[in-house]
């Protein structure tokens, strides 16, 4: 039984400005930008890859000066790339691009899809991403997104073919193009239409050309815009709106300028008729599109000639009327967006500030929620607050708003047991290779949840009923950044997870776990841990315990110990009581530029047996992007210090058996160059460095200068084939043999690729000590190279060893250890 508590209290202060996920106020100049958006019913939907993909500089252009209504479909979060501000791999980097994309949006004004398809990593050509995807799935998802969203036009970013530059983008150009035809097929993906679409046949298909790097693929026969114009309403160009957008990619370490001046877009046709002067050529995007619809532009024009920037509210009675007028009309996809533009439109001139929050930042299945309904009124429009509705209970209030008046509403409703967690649609399933198994099909496309709870505001305005829709969100004032907002967060009743990913026996030896386990509720409960692990590993421990707690943290340890047959395995936990099964845990990834991300993994862990020798003892550590190897190196035995500018001393240095650089490091830190000279008299008298891959030559504007001898690194250089064969170049040097023989066994279980970046143009002092290659390409010598100077040694190391480490494979803890026994 659901239980509500209301209070009812009327307050005179004023509600600040929010620092994050605001909810919506609008100007005057914002209001009429958006009635002279009501007058246009075109749309453009932009298609790629990943994010980052999307034309920035398009987006604005279309969706604030044309008035489009304007979306990007990424059909990847960006889950295999790196990540430039933290440590989070895969499915968290993907999560944090997924909110950079949002914020963009923001900006831009356009909306956000994705495919269900994960991005696995680089690939050389789009036969692989089809193939790995599974491209009939992701082609459903494409004409899903089509015939829901209804596009006039729709643009690629990218050919289908070796120009893209990426196996990915390519394959979206190829999707795309075969959507643009499958979405008007009604025997094409013929189940989706029990779900409320029906088949659709955009006007026509272009390729959005470009000039990147040393590839021009524009020419002046092509449809030419220039989008860099001005507008007075915001105050900006659309240049500089793109350059705002482009910035918040900042895991991928796109900060870009604001743009002014001219910037011509260029466009040729991939199917359906080509226009001859405009994207929209012979396209009805006015209101005669829809029945009746001349009336209702005449209206709306009227509104506008007459809108008073000072006034807005003399707008709302004319716009109750025209909502009336539509809401009127057939059913229609336009129908739809339009009415709820013009509701929008109305709550903005009627000066309506509305809300639902709470001092939570989280609650728990089956707990308590407390939450503040609030509503002001901030000018003299006809309001009348009727009812405030949420989780089927209704508080009657007829209450007449006063101007600036706060209505703030108190209650408190119980969280069903089985309310939803909080958990991303597309991380509920276990995953699928090479894409995200989501089994709803109306969530497709979304890039995100819906909030967890919503507050209905039942209000009259001028005489006519609405309902305001508001997620409950956590409101909170930090004394550095003021108020904030945050998505509210549904807690299991209780979880459980290892307090390591992984948990490494070296050489037989027995490794201790720990599993951290609490409740999240206050409610004694009687619980039980399994655990599932391969039989080659022995628990000294009973995999099973019994106990009970309330709302505490508890703590579950046991050792394990590998025979003569273990090989590594992913240990299991899960938590039962007698109201169901708890495996997973709560994690947060927190950075100031997006909302807060919660996510709930599976409690698992891997138990690693690696056979191992170490030699060397104090490591000195350089943290790179995205980089958790360090984590593995105090695992492994090592002393490590983690490094920074001020330690680069010669006098300092001199106390490490190795420095190790994280990755991409050297394009992060232009200290690194600065203080070669340091750096290259710590290997002369006797060091140890070791480079992990970089991503290009230069640091911002400056060459990076990383090795004794010159090399470059080639960022085209890559092995993406994770099992591609090895080949030992020389095969008696010491660092494939001591202390430990690396073997081709050691290149087992790899994932997502081999190298990335390695080095090319390398001068003959260098030995390099590995061959690979993806299939059907010439051979690569530079991802393992190594020289003696003076009385130390330099190694470039491109292997994937930042991905290998966490994933607990055992032959990347060997090769680590031989990198760092260099000299020895």
Same mark, same amino acid.
């Given at each position: 039984?659901?239980?509500?508590?209301?209070?009812?209290?009327?307050?005179?202060?004023?509600?600040?400005?929010?620092?994050?996920?605001?909810?919506?106020?609008?100007?005057?100049?914002?209001?009429?930008?958006?009635?002279?958006?009501?007058?246009?019913?075109?749309?453009?939907?932009?298609?790629?890859?990943?994010?980052?993909?999307?034309?920035?500089?398009?987006?604005?252009?279309?969706?604030?000066?044309?008035?489009?209504?304007?979306?990007?479909?990424?059909?990847?979060?960006?889950?295999?790339?790196?990540?430039?501000?933290?440590?989070?791999?895969?499915?968290?980097?993907?999560?944090?691009?997924?909110?950079?994309?949002?914020?963009?949006?923001?900006?831009?004004?356009?909306?956000?899809?994705?495919?269900?398809?994960?991005?696995?990593?680089?690939?050389?050509?789009?036969?692989?991403?089809?193939?790995?995807?599974?491209?009939?799935?992701?082609?459903?998802?494409?004409?899903?997104?089509?015939?829901?969203?209804?596009?006039?036009?729709?643009?690629?970013?990218?050919?289908?073919?070796?120009?893209?530059?990426?196996?990915?983008?390519?394959?979206?150009?190829?999707?795309?193009?075969?959507?643009?035809?499958?979405?008007?097929?009604?025997?094409?993906?013929?189940?989706?239409?029990?779900?409320?679409?029906?088949?659709?046949?955009?006007?026509?298909?272009?390729?959005?050309?470009?000039?990147?790097?040393?590839?021009?693929?524009?020419?002046?026969?092509?449809?030419?815009?220039?989008?860099?114009?001005?507008?007075?309403?915001?105050?900006?160009?659309?240049?500089?709106?793109?350059?705002?957008?482009?910035?918040?990619?900042?895991?991928?370490?796109?900060?870009?300028?604001?743009?002014?001046?001219?910037?011509?877009?260029?466009?040729?046709?991939?199917?359906?008729?080509?226009?001859?002067?405009?994207?929209?050529?012979?396209?009805?995007?006015?209101?005669?599109?829809?029945?009746?619809?001349?009336?209702?532009?005449?209206?709306?024009?009227?509104?506008?000639?007459?809108?008073?920037?000072?006034?807005?509210?003399?707008?709302?009675?004319?716009?109750?009327?025209?909502?009336?007028?539509?809401?009127?009309?057939?059913?229609?996809?336009?129908?739809?967006?339009?009415?709820?533009?013009?509701?929008?439109?109305?709550?903005?001139?009627?000066?309506?500030?509305?809300?639902?929050?709470?001092?939570?930042?989280?609650?728990?299945?089956?707990?308590?929620?407390?939450?503040?309904?609030?509503?002001?009124?901030?000018?003299?429009?006809?309001?009348?607050?009727?009812?405030?509705?949420?989780?089927?209970?209704?508080?009657?209030?007829?209450?007449?708003?006063?101007?600036?008046?706060?209505?703030?509403?108190?209650?408190?409703?119980?969280?069903?047991?089985?309310?939803?967690?909080?958990?991303?649609?597309?991380?509920?399933?276990?995953?699928?290779?090479?894409?995200?198994?989501?089994?709803?099909?109306?969530?497709?496309?979304?890039?995100?949840?819906?909030?967890?709870?919503?507050?209905?505001?039942?209000?009259?305005?001028?005489?006519?009923?609405?309902?305001?829709?508001?997620?409950?969100?956590?409101?909170?004032?930090?004394?550095?950044?003021?108020?904030?907002?945050?998505?509210?967060?549904?807690?299991?009743?209780?979880?459980?997870?290892?307090?390591?990913?992984?948990?490494?026996?070296?050489?037989?030896?027995?490794?201790?776990?720990?599993?951290?386990?609490?409740?999240?509720?206050?409610?004694?409960?009687?619980?039980?841990?399994?655990?599932?692990?391969?039989?080659?590993?022995?628990?000294?421990?009973?995999?099973?315990?019994?106990?009970?707690?309330?709302?505490?943290?508890?703590?579950? !340890? =046991?050792?394990?110990?590998?025979?003569?047959?273990?090989?590594?395995?992913? $240990? @299991?936990?899960? %938590?039962?009581? /007698? +109201?169901?099964?708890?495996?997973?845990?709560?994690?947060?990834?927190?950075?100031?530029?997006?909302?807060?991300?919660?996510?709930?993994?599976?409690?698992?862990?891997?138990?690693?047996?690696?056979?191992?020798?170490?030699?060397?003892?104090?490591?000195?550590?350089?943290?790179? !992007? =995205?980089?958790?190897?360090?984590?593995?190196?105090?695992?492994?035995?090592? $002393? @490590?210090?983690? %490094?920074?500018? /001020? +330690?680069?001393?010669?006098?300092?240095?001199?106390?490490?058996?190795?420095?190790?650089?994280?990755?991409?490091?050297?394009?992060?830190?232009?200290?690194?160059?600065?203080?070669?000279?340091?750096?290259?008299?710590?290997?002369?008298?006797?060091?140890?460095?070791?480079?992990?891959?970089?991503?290009?030559?230069?640091?911002?504007?400056?060459?990076?200068?990383?090795?004794?001898?010159?090399?470059?690194? /080639?960022?085209?250089?890559?092995?993406?084939?994770?099992?591609?064969?090895?080949?030992?170049?020389?095969?008696?040097?010491?660092?494939?043999?001591?202390?430990?023989?690396?073997?081709?066994?050691?290149?087992?279980?790899?994932?997502?690729?081999?190298?990335?970046?390695?080095?090319?143009?390398?001068?003959?002092?260098?030995?390099?000590?590995?061959?690979?290659?993806?299939?059907?390409?010439?051979?690569?010598?530079?991802?393992?190279?190594?020289?003696?100077?003076?009385?130390?040694?330099?190694?470039?190391?491109?292997?994937?060893?930042?991905?290998?480490?966490?994933?607990?494979?055992?032959?990347?803890?060997?090769?680590?250890?031989?990198?760092?026994?260099?000299?020895?």
């Amino acid at each position: 039984m659901k239980k509500i508590i209301f209070s009812l209290l009327l307050l005179t202060t004023a509600i600040a400005q929010a620092f994050t996920q605001v909810p919506p106020t609008y100007s005057s100049a914002d209001i009429l930008m958006q009635l002279k958006k009501l007058q246009v019913l075109g749309s453009v939907l932009y298609i790629a890859a990943h994010p980052d993909d999307e034309n920035n500089g398009l987006l604005p252009f279309f969706a604030k000066d044309k008035l489009y209504r304007t979306a990007y479909l990424s059909l990847t979060r960006g889950d295999g790339g790196q990540n430039l501000i933290g440590s989070e791999q895969g499915v968290e980097l993907g999560m944090i691009r997924t909110q950079e994309l949002l914020a963009a949006r923001r900006i831009d004004g356009a909306e956000q899809y994705f495919s269900t398809a994960y991005e696995f990593g680089f690939s050389k050509n789009p036969q692989e991403a089809l193939r790995i995807w599974n491209k009939d799935k992701i082609l459903s998802d494409v004409v899903w997104v089509i015939r829901k969203y209804q596009p006039d036009v729709i643009i690629t970013r990218f050919p289908g073919d070796a120009r893209a530059g990426h196996g990915h983008h390519s394959a979206s150009s190829l999707l795309a193009n075969e959507a643009f035809k499958a979405a008007a097929d009604p025997t094409k993906f013929p189940e989706q239409f029990k779900y409320g679409v029906s088949t659709w046949q955009a006007k026509r298909i272009l390729w959005n050309t470009f000039n990147f790097g040393n590839t021009n693929t524009t020419s002046e026969d092509q449809l030419k815009i220039d989008v860099g114009g001005y507008n007075n309403l915001l105050g900006k160009s659309y240049g500089e709106l793109g350059g705002e957008a482009r910035s918040m990619h900042k895991s991928q370490g796109e900060g870009r300028p604001r743009r002014r001046g001219q910037i011509f877009e260029y466009f040729t046709t991939t199917g359906g008729t080509a226009p001859k002067t405009d994207l929209m050529d012979d396209i009805d995007i006015s209101w005669g599109r829809i029945t009746g619809g001349d009336v209702i532009a005449a209206k709306i024009q009227h509104i506008i000639s007459t809108y008073n920037i000072e006034k807005p509210e003399l707008s709302v009675k004319p716009l109750v009327q025209i909502y009336q007028t539509i809401k009127s009309l057939p059913e229609s996809n336009w129908r739809n967006k339009k009415l709820q533009e013009v509701q929008d439109i109305i709550e903005a001139c009627s000066g309506l500030y509305v809300e639902a929050t709470t001092a939570q930042n989280s609650v728990a299945q089956g707990d308590v929620l407390k939450l503040t309904s609030f509503l002001n009124k901030r000018n003299t429009t006809n309001v009348v607050l009727e009812k405030i509705n949420t989780k089927g209970v209704d508080t009657s209030l007829n209450l007449s708003v006063g101007l600036n008046v706060n209505v703030q509403l108190n209650s408190s409703i119980m969280v069903p047991a089985n309310q939803k967690i909080s958990q991303p649609y597309w991380l509920e399933n276990p995953q699928l290779q090479g894409s995200f198994d989501v089994r709803d099909q109306t969530l497709i496309g979304k890039a995100e949840n819906d909030a967890a709870f919503e507050v209905n505001f039942s209000v009259m305005i001028e005489g006519v009923p609405f309902t305001i829709k508001r997620p409950i969100m956590y409101k909170v004032v930090d004394p550095a950044k003021g108020e904030l907002y945050q998505p509210l967060v549904i807690l299991p009743k209780m979880e459980l997870n290892y307090v390591k990913d992984n948990f490494v026996s070296l050489n037989g030896k027995p490794v201790a776990t720990q599993i951290h386990f609490k409740s999240n509720v206050k409610d004694s409960t009687l619980y039980r841990i399994q655990q599932n692990y391969s039989n080659n590993w022995k628990y000294s421990a009973s995999n099973i315990t019994y106990g009970t707690f309330n709302n505490v943290e508890n703590y579950w !340890a =046991g050792t394990f110990t590998p025979n003569t047959k273990a090989t590594n395995t992913t $240990e @299991v936990a899960s %938590l039962s009581t /007698n +109201d169901g099964t708890y495996d997973g845990y709560t994690k947060t990834i927190s950075y100031d530029h997006i909302p807060t991300i919660t996510y709930f993994p599976k409690a698992k862990t891997n138990l690693v047996n690696v056979d191992i020798k170490i030699v060397g003892k104090k490591v000195g550590y350089i943290i790179g !992007a =995205g980089d958790k190897v360090a984590e593995a190196l105090v695992q492994m035995g090592y $002393e @490590v210090s983690f %490094l920074n500018e /001020n +330690d680069l001393t010669e006098d300092k240095l001199k106390q490490y058996d190795a420095i190790v650089t994280g990755v991409r490091a050297y394009n992060l830190y232009e200290y690194l160059t600065n203080k070669y000279d340091v750096l290259m008299n710590y290997v002369k008298n006797g060091g140890n460095l070791i480079v992990q891959y970089a991503k290009s030559n230069t640091v911002g504007s400056k060459n990076i200068k990383m090795g004794p001898y010159p090399f470059i690194v /080639n960022a085209g250089s890559r092995v993406t084939e994770e099992d591609a064969k090895v080949n030992y170049l020389l095969p008696q040097h010491a660092l494939l043999n001591y202390p430990n023989i690396i073997t081709e066994k050691d290149f087992d279980g790899w994932i997502q690729e081999r190298s990335t970046y390695q080095a090319e143009q390398i001068d003959s002092h260098y030995e390099a000590l590995l061959g690979m290659n993806d299939t059907g390409e010439k051979q690569g010598n530079g991802s393992l190279i190594t020289t003696k100077f003076g009385k130390g040694n330099f190694t470039y190391v491109s292997l994937v060893l930042f991905r290998q480490l966490p994933a607990g494979v055992p032959g990347a803890y060997r090769i680590m250890a031989n990198l760092i026994a260099q000299g020895k």
